[in-house]
C-alpha cells in the first residue's frame, strides 16, 4: 500500500477514525475551546494543543498567522514530519480544529483530515475515550509559506472587490454583519459581502457534523456562493471562518481562502470600504 493510498479523506467519520487509532503515523490534535474538554475525555492517543499557539498573539491583530519560525517550534513540538496523518477536532464544532488543519494549508503540509462533529459526534457514537495526557515525539520541522494561496489579505480583498468571479463569505453573525453589535472601530462588512453565520452549516442533532452536502450547495448558491468561484472567508479573527474555509474545502470549492486578520483589521482601519 503507498502512503497515498493511505490518506484518510478530507472530512472523517468517528468510525472510519476509530479503525485507524493504531497507525502510527497518525496524529490525532484536540484544540479544544476549554482545556478540560481534554482532561474530561479524548479520542484516544489524541495529544492537546492550545488554540492560541495558532494565532500571532500580538500588536494590533493578534490573530494574524504567526511567524514561520513560530510554526517551525510549535509544528516540531507537535512531532510534525512530511509523512504525518494530522487529523484535527475540538469541542466546539470545528472553528480551532480548521485553524489548525487551515495553517497546515497555508504551510503547504496536505496531509490533514477533520474528525467530523469532533468530541461530540465522538461522544455520540459512544466511541471509547481516554484521560491519559500524550506527549509528541518532538521532531525537527521546518515550516516555510508554501501554499500562500490559502491566504488573502486586505490588499488583495480590496482589489478583487465587485469581480463577478469573486464572493465574500462572512461568518460572523448576522447582528455583527449588519452593524449592530461588534467591538470595533467600524461596525458593519465588506461591500457585497454575504452572510451565513458558521454555526448555520452544523447539524446539532448529529454532534455538530457537517449539514448534510447538497442542502448546504443549494444554499449557499441561494446567496451567490458557487465552487467555481473564488471565495475570501472571514470572521474577527479567522476562527470562525476556518470551519467555512473547511466547509468550502468539503463542498468542492478550490479557490476558497482565509481572510487571516479579518474584522479586526478591516473594521478598525479608516480606508476600508463598509456597508451596513
Known amino acids: 500500500m503507498s502512503s497515498e493510498d493511505n490518506l484518510l479523506p478530507l472530512i472523517v467519520e468517528p468510525e472510519q477514525l476509530e479503525a485507524r487509532l493504531t497507525e502510527p503515523s497518525l496524529l490525532i490534535i484536540d484544540v479544544p475551546v476549554k482545556a478540560e474538554s481534554y482532561t474530561q475525555g479524548h479520542v484516544p492517543g489524541a495529544i492537546y494543543l492550545d488554540h492560541r499557539a495558532l494565532l500571532s498573539g500580538e500588536g494590533e491583530i493578534p490573530n494574524d498567522v504567526p511567524s514561520v519560525e513560530a510554526l517551525s517550534t510549535l509544528f516540531s513540538s507537535l512531532g510534525l514530519t512530511r509523512d504525518t496523518l494530522v487529523v484535527a477536532y475540538d469541542d ?8 489548525l488543519l487551515w495553517t ?8 490533514y483530515s477533520y474528525l467530523n462533529g469532533g468530541i ?3 461522544r455520540q457514537d459512544g466511541l471509547p475515550v481516554s484521560t491519559e495526557s500524550h506527549t509528541p515525539e518532538p521532531s525537527d520541522y521546518r515550516a516555510e509559506i508554501l501554499n500562500p494561496e490559502a491566504l488573502i489579505d486586505r490588499h488583495e480583498l480590496q482589489e478583487k472587490l465587485g469581480k463577478k468571479t469573486f464572493a465574500v463569505w462572512d461568518a460572523r453573525s448576522r447582528a455583527e454583519y449588519d452593524g449592530e453589535k461588534g467591538n470595533n472601530k467600524h461596525l458593519g462588512h465588506v461591500p457585497g459581502a454575504v452572510n451565513m453565520e458558521w454555526t448555520l452549516a452544523m447539524d446539532p442533532d448529529r454532534g455538530l457534523r457537517i449539514r448534510d452536502y447538497a442542502e448546504l450547495i443549494t444554499e449557499l448558491e441561494a446567496l451567490g456562493l458557487t465552487p467555481d468561484m473564488e471565495v475570501a472567508t472571514h470572521c474577527q479573527g479567522h476562527h470562525r471562518s476556518a470551519f467555512t474555509w473547511l466547509v468550502g474545502k468539503a463542498l468542492g470549492f478550490e479557490k476558497i481562502r482565509g481572510y487571516a486578520c479579518s474584522w479586526k483589521e478591516w473594521g478598525n482601519r479608516d480606508d476600508t470600504p463598509i456597508e451596513k
Open 120 to 122: 461530540h459526534a465522538w
Open 92 to 99: 466546539e464544532g470545528g472553528g480551532w480544529a480548521a485553524r
Open 104 to 111: 497546515l494549508d497555508l504551510i503547504g503540509h496536505t496531509r
